[in-house]
C-alpha cells in the first residue's frame, strides 16, 4: 500500500475535493484521480462517493480513514527517528485554538516555532467552536476549560488564572465590589447562556452573576467591559495589556477569586504523538509556564 496514494486520501477528505487534495500535495488533479483509483483497486472496495463539485468518504472509506491517518502517523515517526535533532521537526502541524488565544498566546509561539524550525509548515484553525479534531483532520486542539486529564488523549500543559476586570469609568459610576455578594448590584459581563461564574475561597463556589449585556465570545465581553458596561470575567493572560495601560483595572474581592481553568493539548490518537506536535506541545507549555512565573 502505497503512502502517497494514502496521503492522497486523507487530504481528499480533509479538504473535500480532490481539486484541493492535489493542490495541496502539488499534484495534477489526474494524477490525484488515478492515485486513489489505484487505492480503491488495491484494497477492492470503493472509498468516495465522487461527484464533479464534492467527494465524501463512504461507509468503507470512514471505516479505514483511522488506519490511512496511522499508517502515515507511523511513517512520519520512522523518518523522524533517523532524522539528525539539529534538523529540527518538519512537516505541516494542523492546530485549532479560540481567536483569543490565537492572538494572544499562540502567535508569537508559533512564529518562533518556525523560525527554529525552517521544514516545519503550520496550518492555525482559529474559532470559538469545538471542532471535531478527527474529521478537519486536526494534529493537536488547545482547549481551556475544567476537564479530567484523559491519558494521552488529553493532556494538562498549563494553567489558564482568571479575574475580574472593570474599566476605570464604570467602577467610578457604579462603585467597586468589595465581596462575592456585592456582585449582585453590578452589572456581570456573561457567554450566552451563562448564568453563574465559578469561585475559589468563596463559602458559595457558584455564584448568580447577571446583566444587561451578554454575547457569544470573549472577544465582544472583551469589548464590552473595554467600554464600561460591566465587570467581566476573564484569563489574565487577555488584559495584561489593558491592565498596563490603565484601560482596565482588576476587581479584587475579600472572599472570592474566580476559579481558574487548565490549558489542555487535546489529541485526536493516542497510538502516536508525531514530533512536531511533541515541540509544539513542549514550547506551549514552557510558555505558559514563564507567563504564570511573572504574574
Not at 24 to 51: N, Q
Not at 112 to 134: E, G, K
Request: hydrophobic fraction near 45%; include cysteine; charge should be positive.
Amino acid at each position: 500500500m502505497e503512502l502517497e496514494r494514502l496521503a492522497l486520501l486523507v487530504e481528499a477528505a480533509r479538504a473535500g475535493s480532490l481539486a484541493a487534495a492535489a493542490r495541496r500535495l502539488g499534484i495534477s488533479p489526474m494524477v490525484a484521480t488515478r492515485r486513489l483509483a489505484a487505492l480503491e483497486e488495491d484494497l477492492g472496495v470503493r472509498l468516495m462517493h465522487r461527484t464533479t463539485r464534492s467527494i465524501a468518504l463512504t461507509p468503507e472509506g470512514e471505516a479505514f480513514m483511522p488506519h490511512a491517518q496511522a499508517l502515515l502517523e507511523e511513517a512520519a515517526m520512522a523518518r523522524a527517528s533517523v532524522k539528525s535533532v539539529g534538523n529540527g521537526v518538519s512537516g505541516v502541524l494542523r492546530i485549532t485554538a479560540s481567536f483569543p488565544f490565537g492572538r494572544k498566546i499562540l502567535g508569537p509561539l508559533i512564529a518562533d516555532l518556525m523560525r527554529a524550525n525552517p521544514d516545519l509548515r503550520v496550518d492555525l484553525l482559529l474559532t470559538d467552536s469545538i471542532v471535531d479534531i478527527v474529521a478537519q483532520g486536526v494534529d493537536v486542539a488547545v482547549r481551556i476549560a475544567v476537564l479530567q486529564e484523559n491519558g494521552l488523549i488529553a493532556k494538562r500543559v498549563g494553567e489558564s488564572p482568571r479575574g475580574l476586570f472593570a474599566a476605570p469609568s464604570y467602577l467610578a459610576e457604579q462603585g467597586v465590589p468589595r465581596t462575592v455578594a456585592d456582585l449582585a448590584r453590578h452589572q456581570c459581563l456573561l457567554i450566552t447562556g451563562a448564568s453563574h461564574w465559578d469561585f475559589s475561597r468563596s463559602s458559595s463556589r457558584r455564584v448568580k452573576a447577571s446583566g444587561r449585556f451578554t454575547a457569544s465570545s470573549v472577544d465582544a465581553l472583551h469589548q464590552a467591559c473595554l467600554s464600561g458596561l460591566g465587570i467581566a470575567n476573564l484569563s489574565e493572560w487577555y488584559v495584561q495589556d489593558e491592565l498596563q495601560q490603565g484601560l482596565l483595572v482588576p476587581v479584587e474581592l475579600s472572599d472570592g477569586r474566580p476559579e481558574p481553568l487548565s490549558v489542555w493539548a487535546v489529541y485526536p490518537t493516542t497510538r502516536l504523538v508525531a514530533p512536531k506536535v511533541r515541540a509544539f506541545v513542549s514550547a506551549l507549555a514552557a510558555q505558559l509556564q514563564k507567563g504564570h512565573a511573572k504574574g
